[in-house]
């Protein structure tokens, strides 16, 4: 029997592999990306200035797409600020305490991974809707939920709920409690342990987990279809625009909309880039402290 030790070499070489395969892997990758991602995109930029810019501003600047880009940003708006609140929230609870029930506070967050967005909205519809559960009531005092901007809130808001708490839950896992007890030994009170502890600890992770909420959020569709009504210039939404402009067969301008959408995901990606970048430099600075 013959033993072999492994020296920090071979590991390396074996980790690298050989060249013609990490070349082959490499290509691999990249013929996808072409493939998957790049070729769709320029299909949509090439297909919206089909017939110029003059028509492509046009349809950009169009009642009813800015009344859908406005909605949007409103929607994003109000249900991100929420998911993020909740989602530090039931971090903190997840990470810090333990409880009875804790195990389906997990399984609740991670639902809207598990349920349609286009089965959440008829939950609401089923809810709020003129013969929902809630039906009589909203309208005796005059409430409108389904095809209205609160429904619209409520569907955003579900589908995007777990991105903020799901980003948060293992950073702060990892980290630990003892910042925060040392904090409350020396007589620092919940709102001075959590702005001047807690949160410069999480505010990577929060920032990505925020990115990848508005993301969601923006491109929203099948939650939000069921709620909206499709009432054009009042409860479309930019996906919901550019469906109605394509089921019109006004391609041109569908496709002009869907490049807004486009360029609204490029930045969010440069964004969520940019946090996980600042994520990784910290541990790599933590794991050599």
């Not at 033993?3 to 990490?22: H, M």
């Not at 909605?71 to 994003?76: E, Q």
């Not at 559960?133 to 429904?151: H, R, S, T």
Request: some cysteine; charged content about 15%.
């Amino acid at each position: 029997m013959t033993s072999t030790t492994l020296t920090a070499g071979d590991i390396s070489a074996a980790r690298r592999g050989s060249p013609a395969g990490r070349i082959l892997l490499i290509l691999g990758a990249y013929l996808a990306f072409a493939l998957f991602l790049l070729l769709p995109l320029l299909v949509v930029l090439s297909e919206a200035l089909k017939l110029g810019l003059g028509t492509f501003f046009s349809a950009l600047l169009e009642a009813d797409a800015i009344s859908a880009l406005k909605l949007t940003l409103l929607a994003v708006g109000i249900s991100v600020p929420l998911n993020l609140v909740f989602g530090v929230a039931a971090a903190w609870c997840v990470s810090k305490y333990e409880f009875r029930g804790k195990s389906i506070l997990v399984t609740l967050i991670d639902l809207p991974f598990s349920v349609s967005p286009v089965i959440a909205g008829l939950i609401y519809v089923l809810l709020f809707g003129a013969q929902g559960f809630f039906g009589e009531v909203l309208e005796k005092y005059d409430i409108q939920i389904i095809f209205a901007l609160p429904g619209i809130v409520l569907a955003t808001i579900f589908v995007t709920v777990p991105f903020v708490a799901r980003e948060l839950i293992p950073l702060m896992q990892e980290q630990g409690s003892q910042e925060e007890e040392a904090a409350r030994l020396l007589g620092a009170s919940g709102w001075q342990m959590f702005w001047h502890v807690t949160l410069p600890n999480i505010k990577w992770g929060l920032i990505y987990g925020v990115v990848l909420c508005t993301a969601r959020a923006m491109g929203e569709f099948g939650a939000v279809s069921v709620v909206s009504g499709h009432i054009r210039g009042y409860t479309n939404t930019l996906p919901l625009h550019v469906e109605i402009l394509y089921n019109e067969y006004n391609h041109v301008a569908a496709f002009s909309v869907a490049s807004l959408l486009l360029g609204l995901a490029l930045i969010i990606l440069l964004l969520k880039q940019w946090s996980e970048s600042r994520i990784n430099r910290l541990r790599h600075t933590a794991e050599e402290e």
